[in-house]
């Protein structure tokens, strides 16, 4: 799941989901490279983004009240029962970071 799409799930500023995601990482003593990517914003320009994978997304949310935290997870579930499809998929991934 993007970090895009849980600021927006959440109601959060990306900025801050950003922030969020790096210090979870740096919690963790993990590396967060092989979750970085690029996202095109409304003027064209690359801007940085988390491509993150569930385990990753549900230790992030836990922080948040119930509210958020039910939103994101349920986004999870219709991901995996394939009642949704990934914002990656529909958009087009532009690009992964190394």
């Given at each position: 799941?993007s970090?895009?799409?849980?600021?927006?799930?959440?109601?959060?500023?990306?900025?801050?989901?950003?922030?969020d995601?790096?210090?979870?990482?740096?919690q963790?003593?993990?590396?967060?490279?092989?979750?970085?990517?690029?996202?095109r914003?409304?003027?064209?320009?690359f801007?940085?983004?988390?491509?993150?994978?569930?385990?990753?997304?549900?230790?992030?949310v836990?922080?948040?009240?119930?509210?958020?935290?039910?939103?994101?997870?349920?986004?999870?579930?219709?991901?995996?029962?394939?009642?949704?499809?990934?914002?990656?998929?529909?958009?087009?991934?532009?690009?992964?970071?190394?």
């Amino acid at each position: 799941m993007s970090s895009r799409e849980i600021a927006e799930l959440t109601g959060k500023r990306h900025n801050d989901v950003m922030r969020d995601i790096r210090n979870m990482f740096d919690q963790l003593d993990a590396d967060s490279a092989q979750f970085c990517a690029q996202y095109r914003d409304s003027t064209g320009r690359f801007l940085p983004c988390f491509e993150l994978d569930r385990y990753h997304t549900e230790v992030l949310v836990t922080g948040c009240d119930v509210k958020r935290m039910a939103a994101v997870i349920k986004r999870w579930m219709d991901l995996e029962t394939g009642a949704a499809k990934p914002v990656a998929a529909l958009l087009g991934k532009i690009s992964s970071s190394p």
